[in-house]
T-cell receptor, first 114, second 114 residues
Framework: AQKVTQAQTEISVVEKEDVTLDCVYETRDTTYYLFWYKQPPSGELVFLIRRNSFDEQNEISGRYSWNFQKSTSSFNFTITASQVVDSAVYFCALSEIQGGKLIFGQGTELSVKP | EAQVTQNPRYLITVTGKKLTVTCSQNMNHEYMSWYRQDPGLGLRQIYYSMNVEVTDKGDVPEGYKVSRKEKRNFPLILESPSPNQTSLYFC?????????????FGPGTRLTVT
């Protein structure tokens, strides 16, 4: 069965701190896709990144970086030098089919205080 | 601008009064789906469509209907809404090629059924 676990329900940091959001997934498929989405207080779901199971290369985009490790079934997300605008709920998600159903984790609520 | 649009954004209605939430995408995506988001239950898929005239149930389809007569539109129909359908609803779309499997979400529709 597929499952995504985000063990951190809430994280609170002070601006400029680095923060890592953990994501652990379960799947029996050898081909799958992992995603991170951001849900700011305004409520929309914003796509951040996708990783294919066959591509373990880590990625950096500005202050954001993602670490994908198949050996530990983890896809962690790090924000460097956090800012107040990073305050949001972050969701990790898994899909076993191209464009198919997303299995979401429960989300991590990040609060960045000035 | 590539986007998924939903209407209405907010709706308060009464039990039993049929309603339709529209969803439209301008990215020529084959795959479209509906999710609902509830506190403590997270995001769950209601229905999905792999292409025109092809729809199927997700995890929580009871009380909902959908149709896919055109590629760009995927309306969600509540024939007889009940209070347990009070929720935040998201429409999403994606392509089905290897390079385009991320789902893009509409802004959400906050529905209250009294």
């Amino acid at each position: 069965a597929q499952k995504v676990t985000q063990a951190q329900t809430e994280i609170s940091v002070v601006e400029k701190e680095d923060v890592t959001l953990d994501c652990v997934y379960e799947t029996r498929d050898t081909t799958y896709y992992l995603f991170w989405y951001k849900q700011p207080p305004s409520g929309e779901l914003v796509f951040l990144i996708r990783r294919n199971s066959f591509d373990e290369q880590n990625e950096i985009s500005g202050r954001y970086s993602w670490n994908f490790q198949k050996s530990t079934s983890s896809f962690n997300f790090t924000i460097t030098a956090s800012q107040v605008v990073d305050s949001a709920v972050y969701f990790c998600a898994l899909s076993e089919i191209q464009g198919g159903k997303l299995i979401f984790g429960q989300g991590t609520e990040l609060s960045v205080k000035p | 601008e590539a986007q998924v649009t939903q209407n209405p954004r907010y709706l308060i209605t009464v039990t039993g009064k049929k309603l339709t939430v529209t969803c439209s995408q301008n990215m020529n995506h084959e795959y479209m789906s509906w999710y609902r988001q509830d506190p403590g239950l997270g995001l769950r898929q209601i229905y999905y469509s792999m292409n025109v005239e092809v729809t199927d149930k997700g995890d929580v389809p009871e009380g909902y209907k959908v149709s896919r007569k055109e590629k760009r539109n995927f309306p969600l129909i509540l024939e007889s809404p009940s209070p347990n359908q009070t929720s935040l609803y998201f429409c999403a779309s994606s392509g089905t090629g290897t390079g385009s499997v991320e789902q893009y979400f509409g802004p959400g529709t906050r529905l209250t059924v009294t």
